[in-house]
């Protein structure tokens, strides 16, 4: 049976009947007989991807291996199945017909994003360019649009999964499905990673179960944008506890009170943007194509490029960060009483946004000046 015959059905029995035809027909491989091994691409939480080549075809392929001893045969075959399903969209990793089994591991063959993941370029502490951002996000947009139409959640929405074809985010492709649920499923464990975590997951007691609905996705897409544009996260955990989300949710609540000082950067029409992306109602969350106009909008305030030496004012100091270690690090809480600067995107290292001066005519916002560049 042909994908584009199993596509004109609900995705929840396409899913099944390919899950099961997979099943059917996978193999055993000696990788080594089939593949030439490149170097590894990365690491996940549950195995590995290499560039290979095969043998036969002489195309690179990403191989994704996942270990048998922490992933059942039903959730690799539910990975592949989603990723082949959803491969038919410009803005999702294309997949290969090929998956198999190793003594170790189930595999499955991607297309190979040759410049890698989203997160190797994004700036810590300075961010991508609001022409890089709009031209990368703009294809995550279409591509969870793609996956929300389809009725399924990708759940783990972060700058690792969004893979890449160049440094200037022409061609970017979201990537990795393991976690990807249809809408309305009920899920046992909440999983994800922390930051992009919305806040009724966070406050979700871990083993209580939770629905899966499209407001999840959403809600990482705005902290996913926010870190492209500031190379910062806004926050560790959407929680009360957080000084960082607990400003901005007293911001978004009380709306004539101050503009948290990481978020002043960006113009009304961003903020408005992102107050449908992050609204705190889960309920209340905007669609991903909702967003779609804002891109015709100027989204930050500052310059877009860093000022070079010469093109200093005096009112507009442009400075370089000094990394510093976060007390988070060490498996803390953020206390941010001791600190204004809020969480960095490597996890090593925090930049600050203080409450700068600002111009006397406009709103501009300049980082911090730790270490002034001259
Ligand atoms: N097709 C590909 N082309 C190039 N690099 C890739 C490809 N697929 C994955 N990678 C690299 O490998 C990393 C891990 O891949 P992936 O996210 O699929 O694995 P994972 O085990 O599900 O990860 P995690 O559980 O940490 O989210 C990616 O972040 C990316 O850097
Ligand atoms: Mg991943």
């Given at each position: 049976?042909?994908?584009?015959?199993?596509?004109?059905?609900?995705?929840?029995?396409?899913?099944?009947?390919?899950?099961?035809?997979?099943?059917?027909?996978?193999?055993?491989v000696e990788v080594t007989?089939q593949y030439e091994v490149i170097r590894e691409l990365g690491k996940g939480t549950y195995g590995r991807v290499d560039l290979v080549i095969h043998k036969?075809?002489?195309t690179k392929m990403a191989l994704k291996f996942l270990r048998k001893k922490t992933t059942?045969?039903?959730?690799?075959?539910?990975e592949?199945?989603?990723?082949?399903?959803?491969?038919?969209?410009?803005?999702?990793i294309?997949?290969y017909?090929i998956?198999f089994?190793t003594e170790e591991y189930y595999a499955f063959a991607q297309e190979y994003a040759v410049a890698g993941d989203l997160f190797d370029i994004?700036?810590?502490?300075?961010?991508?360019?609001?022409?890089?951002?709009?031209?990368?996000?703009?294809?995550?947009?279409?591509?969870?649009?793609?996956?929300?139409?389809?009725?399924?959640?990708?759940?783990?929405?972060?700058p690792e999964n969004?893979l890449i074809f160049?440094?200037?985010?022409?061609?970017?492709?979201?990537s990795d499905?393991g976690?990807?649920?249809?809408?309305?499923?009920?899920?046992?464990?909440?999983?994800?990673?922390?930051?992009?975590?919305?806040?009724?997951?966070?406050?979700?007691?871990?083993?209580?179960?939770?629905?899966?609905?499209?407001?999840?996705?959403?809600?990482?897409?705005?902290?996913?944008?926010?870190?492209?544009?500031?190379?910062?996260?806004?926050?560790?955990?959407?929680?009360?506890?957080?000084?960082?989300?607990?400003?901005?949710?007293?911001?978004?609540?009380?709306?004539?009170?101050?503009?948290?000082?990481?978020?002043?950067?960006?113009?009304?029409?961003?903020?408005?943007?992102?107050?449908?992306?992050?609204?705190?109602?889960?309920?209340?969350?905007?669609?991903?194509?909702?967003?779609?106009?804002?891109?015709?909008?100027?989204?930050?305030?500052?310059?877009?490029?860093?000022?070079?030496?010469?093109?200093?004012?005096?009112?507009?100091?442009?400075?370089?960060?000094?990394?510093?270690?976060?007390?988070?690090?060490?498996?803390?809480?953020?206390?941010?009483?001791?600190?204004?600067?809020?969480?960095?995107?490597?996890?090593?290292?925090?930049?600050?946004?203080?409450?700068?001066?600002?111009?006397?005519?406009?709103?501009?916002?300049?980082?911090?000046?730790?270490?002034?560049?001259?």
């Open positions: 049976m042909s994908f584009s015959s199993l596509l004109s059905r609900g995705a929840a029995d396409i899913l099944e009947e390919l899950q099961a035809l997979t099943a059917k027909t996978m193999e055993k007989k036969v075809r002489g059942k045969q039903k959730s690799f075959l539910q592949y199945c989603i990723s082949r399903y959803l491969s038919t969209c410009p803005y999702i294309g997949m017909d998956a089994e994004i700036p810590p502490q300075v961010g991508l360019s609001e022409h890089t951002t709009k031209r990368c996000i703009y294809q995550v947009a279409l591509a969870l649009d793609y996956l929300h139409n389809r009725k399924l959640v990708h759940r783990d929405i972060k969004i160049d440094k200037e985010c022409r061609k970017v492709k979201l499905f976690m990807t649920r249809i809408a309305g499923t009920t899920e046992k464990r909440v999983s994800g990673t922390i930051p992009y975590t919305a806040p009724e997951l966070c406050e979700t007691s871990k083993h209580s179960g939770f629905v899966v609905e499209y407001s999840i996705d959403v809600w990482a897409f705005g902290v996913l944008l926010f870190c492209m544009m500031t190379g910062n996260f806004p926050w560790e955990k959407a929680l009360h506890l957080d000084t960082f989300y607990y400003e901005f949710l007293q911001w978004q609540k009380y709306k004539n009170a101050n503009v948290p000082s990481q978020w002043r950067r960006f113009t009304p029409h961003a903020l408005k943007m992102f107050s449908k992306l992050l609204s705190i109602e889960p309920e209340k969350r905007c669609a991903i194509k909702d967003i779609l106009w804002y891109f015709g909008k100027n989204w930050l305030i500052s310059k877009e490029e860093p000022p070079t030496a010469d093109a200093k004012t005096n009112n507009d100091v442009y400075v370089h960060v000094k990394p510093q270690v976060l007390p988070f690090l060490n498996g803390n809480a953020l206390d941010s009483n001791k600190s204004d600067t809020s969480p960095s995107l490597s996890f090593s290292s925090c930049s600050s946004y203080e409450d700068v001066p600002k111009d006397s005519n406009s709103n501009m916002l300049v980082s911090t000046p730790i270490e002034i560049c001259v």
